[in-house]
């Protein structure tokens, strides 16, 4: 069980990119009697404290899985109410997304959301995009084979093409391909509410991520949760295949 930390975290170890499954939204309604609706509008608030709170723990880049290929298995009202809720997020937030340096960009298959809601996102992204304070990406419609598969069909179709020779394929050629080239690979993936799998996340970039499964459901998690998780990070001994010295 993480403490929460009570000291800021010092500069040098704080992960570059922090990635986070938000997981617990229906269970922490239920427990206090309530649809999950009212879990997920309380989950918006928790991707607002949590953004705000990177953004002063000095994080430079922050992923958050918003919503997943699969999860249009949903009830549809259900899903139609995230669609909303999303609609909501990006109307309320944007302005101060802006002001407070924020560069948003989303990645996932766009052609399969509701197309109001795609043209939202590329309007903010273009906002947004000379900011540097710190890089919110946001997956929506996402699914990471989904995202290998489609970073491997381009590559053949320049091989067909005669653009690229298929001996020169290398694991930076996938890289550059993937929705995420132009970030770095998260350093830290968080997934709250005690569950510990990644749920198809990120998996090509998370190759040498640590791994954090805290129990605290997304709605209750804020900036110390965050802070403690950091603390955690910076005790880890990264050495990436090689004998620690």
Do not use: C
């Amino acid at each position: 069980m993480l403490q929460h930390a009570t000291a800021p975290v010092e500069t040098a170890s704080v992960p570059r990119h922090v990635a986070i499954i938000m997981d617990g939204n229906g269970r922490w309604a239920k427990a206090r009697g309530l649809p999950r609706t009212a879990g997920h509008r309380r989950g918006v608030e928790a991707v607002r404290e949590v953004v705000r709170g990177a953004g002063e723990l000095g994080i430079p880049y922050i992923t958050l899985f918003g919503f997943s290929t699969e999860n249009w298995k949903r009830p549809a009202d259900e899903v139609e109410f995230l669609m909303g809720l999303l609609r909501h997020y990006m109307r309320a937030e944007l302005d101060t997304l802006a002001k407070e340096g924020a560069r948003l960009r989303v990645i996932g298959d766009r052609d399969g959301l509701p197309r109001d809601i795609a043209v939202m996102i590329g309007e903010a992204e273009i906002r947004t995009r000379a900011n540097a304070r710190i890089n919110v990406t946001i997956a929506l419609n996402y699914g990471g084979r989904a995202d290998i598969a489609r970073a491997a069909r381009q590559l053949a179709e320049r091989v067909a093409s005669g653009s690229l020779a298929a001996g020169t394929i290398d694991e930076a050629a996938l890289t550059r391909e993937l929705l995420t080239s132009d970030i770095p690979d998260p350093d830290l993936l968080i997934r709250t509410s005690g569950e510990q799998r990644i749920s198809n996340f990120l998996l090509w970039q998370s190759a040498y991520a640590e791994m954090l499964f805290v129990d605290t459901l997304w709605p209750d998690f804020g900036k110390a949760h965050l802070a403690a998780a950091i603390a955690e990070y910076s005790r880890r001994e990264r050495r990436y295949g090689a004998v620690a010295g």
